[in-house]
């Protein structure tokens, strides 16, 4: 893949210019994700960068640290300027976050802190560009220390801007928060399957200037066309439970529709998938997991800043799908 000119887009009030499809990197954690090996996580990273991407987004949480070591070995050999995200865990190890939580109990400004020097070794960097809370509940606006513990980390220059990864299939559940005016990105799951942020979440963070980095571009994988009935996880790979009973089925099924409607092949639909998702003004950058050189070849040359034409974008709201398979 040669001569691709990257485009670039505004992270919200951030003032950083990130490429459009930025790197999402639980992938090369090496746990949940079987089969990750750190030297083709690190030429896919390295490979990435070549072409012109910008913008990796990891947490601390993946891996114990691992993925953030790894993305810092990266970030400091390179000349260019890479812009950095991650994420720190709920103290209280309660993935998503539910209702009812005293804040306190989850991100505690002392533990804030923690978690974000934590991450600072890991990367061995002075600064992160975005620092993210990993989970969120709209009832906490107003209420904890997080929000002075952030105010603190960002004066001191440890954070360069902050901002929420909004729990699964819950966009509207941030809407507060930004409106508060406190927060500089929304991260969400967003794709062809789920277009609920189209509701109200994208239209809220493009009036009120907010970066929107979107996960889960291609459903863990459904939207590539990869997985069939007879696809096979190890166990230990969470996917195993994401596509347990008859959800293969269900996913084959539905990309054959999608592509039928569109007519092009199955091997098309994940560039596909990704323009749609950048063919919204609201998104700033799409972070999809690219672990082998391939996927990064087939990723990267989305970020072109064509997006999608307008009958395409149409004949795929047809395909929208309400559910949850995180939901065990």
């Not at 590539?224 to 996913?251: C, I, L, M, N």
């Amino acid at each position: 893949m040669t001569g691709v000119i990257l485009n670039y887009r505004k992270l919200g009030k951030t003032g950083l210019q990130v490429s459009e499809v930025g790197y999402g990197a639980w992938g090369i954690s090496g746990k949940q994700w079987i089969g990750a090996q750190d030297d083709e996580s690190l030429r896919a990273l390295n490979r990435a960068i070549d072409l012109g991407l910008n913008f990796i987004d990891t947490a601390l949480a993946y891996g114990d640290g691992h993925s953030e070591r790894l993305v810092g070995q990266v970030v400091r050999e390179r000349d260019e300027e890479i812009f950095v995200a991650s994420k720190v865990p709920p103290k209280n190890g309660i993935w998503p976050a539910p209702s009812g939580l005293n804040p306190e109990d989850v991100f505690p400004g002392d533990y804030v802190r923690e978690c974000t020097e934590k991450s600072l070794k890991n990367l061995g960097l002075e600064t992160i560009d975005v620092q993210q809370f990993h989970v969120w509940q709209d009832e906490w606006v107003g209420e904890g220390s997080w929000l002075e513990a952030v105010e603190d980390l960002k004066s001191e220059g440890k954070i360069r801007s902050f901002g929420v990864s909004i729990n699964d299939h819950q966009p509207a559940n941030a809407i507060k928060l930004i409106q508060s005016g406190v927060v500089d990105t929304a991260q969400v799951i967003y794709n062809v399957f789920d277009q609920s942020p189209e509701d109200e979440l994208l239209p809220v963070c493009e009036e009120h200037g907010i970066g929107v980095i979107v996960r889960v571009p291609f459903d863990e994988g459904a939207l590539t066309g990869a997985v069939t009935p007879e696809t096979t996880f190890d166990e230990d790979d969470f996917r195993s439970g994401y596509f347990r009973g008859d959800r293969k089925q269900q996913v084959q099924d539905r990309v054959r529709a999608s592509v039928g409607d569109l007519g092009i092949s199955e091997d098309e639909i994940a560039a596909v998938a990704l323009r749609y998702i950048l063919s919204n003004p609201a998104v700033s950058t799409v972070i999809p997991g690219m672990r082998s050189m391939r996927n990064v070849e087939r990723n990267m040359a989305v970020a072109d800043g064509e997006g999608l034409a307008e009958e395409q974008v149409q004949k795929l709201k047809a395909h929208r799908w309400d559910r949850n398979f995180y939901v065990q």
